[in-house]
T-cell receptor
Framework: GAGVSQSPRYKVAKRGQDVALRCDPI?????LFWYQQALGQGPEFLTY????????KSGLPSDRFFAERPEGSVSTLKIQRTQQEDSAVYLC?????????????FGAGSRLTVL | AQSVAQPEDQVNVAEGNPLTVKCTYS??????LFWYVQYPNRGLQFLLK??????LVKGSYGFEAEFNKSQTSFHLKKPSALVSDSALYFC???????????????FGTGTLLAVQP
C-alpha cells in the first residue's frame, strides 16, 4: 500500500479485557517496529521485527504485551488483561532495506483507552 | 544511555519569521540524530537526519538542522515559518548498546510549534 495502515484507529477497552492492534506495513518493507506514545510524551520503543523474526522485544513493558508477524508482513500487537496505564497511542512503523538508517514510515496510530 | 532533550514544550513564532526548535543530546560515540514531525491524527513524518559529514543538514519542507558537537545540540531551523508548519516536532537519537548501534530510536518529549498568521 501507499502507507502504513493501522487498525482500529480508536479502541476503548474495559480494564481486564484483551485487545489486538493490527499493522499493515508498506508492501515489501522488511523491518517493522512498534512504539508506544503516552499522552504528552515522545514515542517509546516496544519491539522490532525483521521479516517474521522478532529481533528485539526489550521495550515490551510486561508479559501481558505480545507481538507477532507470522508471515513477515502484517503484524499484530496484543495486550492481555489491559490496565489503565496501557492507555496510549500505539504506533507502527516500517522501513525498507533501501532507506537510510532508522528512516521510518509511521502509521497514524491506534489510540487505546482503558477504562 | 543515549538520550535527547527538548527543553521547550512550545515555541511560538509569527509567520514569516525564522524559527528554531531546540534539541540537545547525550550519547556515547558518534550520534545518529533525527527530526520527525507529527501532524494531528497523522503518523510521524521524517524530516531530516545527521549521520556524518556536513554539520548543516537540509531536509523536507525547507527545514534544516545544525549539528554542533561542542554544544551537543541538533537544533531544527527554518528561515521563514509558515502557518502550515504548526505541528509537534520530535528529536530522536539512535540507541547504542554494548553490541553497537541498534535499530531503536529514542525520542524526546516533543515541542509544539505554533505559527501565528
Amino acid at each position: 500500500g501507499a502507507g502504513v495502515s493501522q487498525s482500529p484507529r480508536y479502541k476503548v477497552a474495559k480494564r481486564g479485557q484483551d485487545v489486538a492492534l493490527r499493522c499493515d506495513p508498506i508492501s515489501g518493507h522488511v523491518s517493522l517496529f512498534w512504539y508506544q506514545q503516552a499522552l504528552g510524551q515522545g514515542p517509546e520503543f516496544l519491539t522490532y521485527f525483521q521479516n517474521e523474526a522478532q529481533l528485539d522485544k526489550s521495550g515490551l513493558p510486561s508479559d501481558r504485551f505480545f507481538a507477532e508477524r507470522p508471515e513477515g508482513s502484517v503484524s499484530t500487537l496484543k495486550i492481555q488483561r489491559t490496565q489503565q496505564e496501557d492507555s496510549a497511542v500505539y504506533l507502527c512503523a516500517s522501513r525498507s532495506t533501501l532507506s537510510g538508517a532508522n528512516v521510518l514510515t509511521f502509521g497514524a496510530g491506534s489510540r487505546l483507552t482503558v477504562l | 544511555a543515549q538520550s535527547v532533550a527538548q527543553p521547550e514544550d512550545q515555541v511560538n513564532v509569527a509567520e514569516g519569521n525564522p524559527l528554531t526548535v531546540k534539541c540537545t543530546y547525550s550519547v556515547s560515540g558518534n550520534p545518529y540524530l533525527f527530526w520527525y514531525v507529527q501532524y494531528p491524527n497523522r503518523g510521524l513524518q521524517f524530516l531530516l537526519k545527521y549521520i556524518t559529514g556536513d554539520n548543516l543538514v537540509k531536509g523536507s519542507y525547507g527545514f534544516e538542522a545544525e549539528f554542533n558537537k561542542s554544544q551537543t545540540s541538533f537544533h531544527l531551523k527554518k528561515p521563514s515559518a509558515l502557518v502550515s508548519d504548526s505541528a509537534l516536532y520530535f528529536c530522536a537519537v539512535r540507541d547504542v548498546n554494548y553490541g553497537g548501534a541498534t535499530n531503536k530510536l529514542i525520542f524526546g518529549t516533543g515541542t509544539l510549534l505554533a505559527v501565528q498568521p
